[in-house]
């Protein structure tokens, strides 16, 4: 993996990371197919929670991608001296990335807890994606 530039803020590890830098980094992980990885956004709740559940912070910080969600936390990181240039929401990076999965016919796996939400993002992820094939699991 390549050498990614960090910075921490509140006890989390970013990387510091834009929008095509990070999908970059996605499709260097499918060429590679050596383990699964993990991405991670977190919003400032989320950042707050790991604060509070350090087996959360964990997590985070093993992340092989780690990016700020919100603009909140992305302008905390600028008050603080952090030249962060965007935000990378999970939202973003996966509308982002999707034509890059079309084009390339990359499987993409969506997670959900409830049925009707996995089915209606379905939906919406194939309209115009025509090459992916898409999974889906619910718990």
Known sequence: MKNIESFN???????LLNMS?????????????????????????LIVRANEDKNL?????????????????????RLLGVKVSEPVSAARLMLNFLPVADKK?????LLGAKDEIVKKTAEFTISGN???????RVF
């Not at 803020?9 to 990387?15: D, I, M, P, T, V």
């Not at 970059?24 to 400032?44: G, H, Q, S, W």
Request: proline residues 3%; contains cysteine.
């Open 57 to 77: 912070m964990e997590i985070y910080n093993r992340a092989d991608i780690l990016t700020i969600d919100s603009y909140v936390v992305y302008y905390a990181s």
């Open 9 to 15: 803020l509140f006890g989390l590890n970013f990387h």
């Open 21 to 45: 830098q990070a999908i970059e980094l996605l499709e260097d992980f499918i060429k590679e197919k050596t383990k699964p990885r993990m991405v991670f956004t977190p919003t400032a709740e």
């Open 105 to 109: 016919n990359y499987s993409i796996f």
């Open 130 to 136: 025509k090459n992916c094939w898409l999974a889906s």
